[in-house]
């Protein structure tokens, strides 16, 4: 039987293992934060900022930006209800209150009238997630937020190569954060990064990062803030130099899988993969299909079709007012339709054309199916 196809994996090549090799041997003593600093600079200079701070992961990015924005107990912050659990723990653990919002059902993003009508005296803040690569209507979501004087946060975590009107994911809000996951465009194997161009909340999220010690403070291990501990290694950093040197070939290599995917499948009645507006370009991070209901096609009838045949069979995110440790929000009719009847397709920089005539012929084998069933 052909390998099994993952709906994603990392491209490492000898660059990364020589930039990893050589920070674990030497990057330490007065070396220690070499490659953190060539990457934090690399990846503002990527993005588009003024600051970045890498961080372990997203989530510790979402969370201290959160903490300078002085976000807590009896806020709220709104977010689409289509969304991994990652984007929502920071906000309850800040004693905040994530509102959850239905999404269009085109971008999968978080509908812009639904944030507005969401909007109350306690909200602190609208947490714009990029969906899969797809981009939020930056347009709307931040004039909203000059409206109501309230921040708009990226959580651009799927959106490395993605950028709306010639701005990058993760560089319009008040501050981005990034995933550089083992799944993720660019990878560090665990880690992230918060983007912003204020210096205020740069100076306080940089604070509360390392255990709350402020940079200034010459008194040896005397914390001036109660912080977090969400610092990134500088042998991951040493990984992700690598990878941002090599960062146009990874864009282009999720935009060919998905060229590909587009052209197979793009032409099938009833099937919406990922949008590309006019003013947008998709970094692809994750090629879904979306199914018509009309179809039948459900996403169990997908994963017992892809499974069998050795491929990666990836659900579309849950609305997180489904789990139990949330209120359900059935009102939200996309967040709880879609899910239903759609697929993340796999994507990896160095699928080959047999690969992905493996996914797109199992795929339109159960839609030929499906046709000639109705």
């Known amino acids: 039987m052909s390998a099994r196809i993952h709906y994603t994996k990392p491209s490492i090549t000898d660059l990364e293992v020589e930039y990893a090799a050589d920070a674990a041997r030497h990057g330490w003593g007065e070396r220690c934060y070499e490659y953190l ?35 807590g107990p009896g806020d709220e912050v709104i977010m689409a209800d289509t969304n991994w659990i990652a984007s929502a723990a920071p906000i309850v653990h800040l004693g905040a209150k994530p509102v959850f919002v239905d999404i269009q ?23 714009a997630v990029h969906l899969y690569g797809n981009l939020c209507d930056m347009d709307r979501l ?9 921040p708009v946060i990226e959580d651009a975590a799927e959106a490395i190569g993605s950028s709306y009107r010639g701005k990058r994911a993760g560089s319009m809000g008040t501050f981005g954060a990034f995933s550089f996951h083992g799944t993720k465009t660019l990878t560090t194997g665990e880690g992230g990064m918060l983007v912003t161009n204020d210096p205020k909340l740069y100076e306080t999220a940089i604070t509360l990062s390392n255990h709350g010690r402020h940079a200034k403070q010459s008194k040896q291990f005397w914390p001036d803030l109660l912080g977090f501990k969400y610092k990134m290694s500088n042998i991951q950093a040493a990984i992700g130099c690598a990878q941002l040197e090599r960062i146009d070939e990874l864009i282009a290599g999720k935009r060919r899988v998905f060229e590909e995917y587009r052209s197979a499948l793009g032409g099938l009645a009833g099937v919406a993969l990922n949008p590309e507006a006019e003013h947008v370009r998709n970094g692809y991070w994750m090629p879904t299909a979306v199914f018509d209901r009309d179809l039948g096609i459900t996403r169990e009838s997908l994963q017992a079709a892809l499974n069998p ?11 997180l007012s489904s789990l139990s440790m949330f209120e359900p ?18 994507s990896y920089h160095d699928m080959t054309q047999v690969d992905l005539d493996r996914v797109t012929d199992a795929v339109q084998r159960l839609y030929g199916a499906s046709s000639h069933a109705r």
């Open 142 to 150: 931040l004039a909203i937020g000059d409206r109501h004087g309230i």
């Open 309 to 319: 045949e050795g491929i990666d069979a990836r659900v579309f995110f849950h609305p």
């Open 37 to 71: 600093g060539r990457f934090e600079q690399g990846f503002r200079q990527h993005i588009g900022t003024e600051y970045a701070i890498a961080t372990s992961s997203c989530t510790g990015a979402l969370h201290i930006g959160m903490a300078a924005l002085g976000i």
């Open 329 to 346: 929000c059935p009102r939200n009719v996309n967040a709880y339709d879609i899910p239903e009847r759609a697929i993340n397709l796999p």
């Open 105 to 127: 059902p085109d971008s999968w993003c978080a509908d812009p009238a639904h944030v507005e009508a969401a909007i109350t005296s306690r909200t602190k803040a609208i947490l």
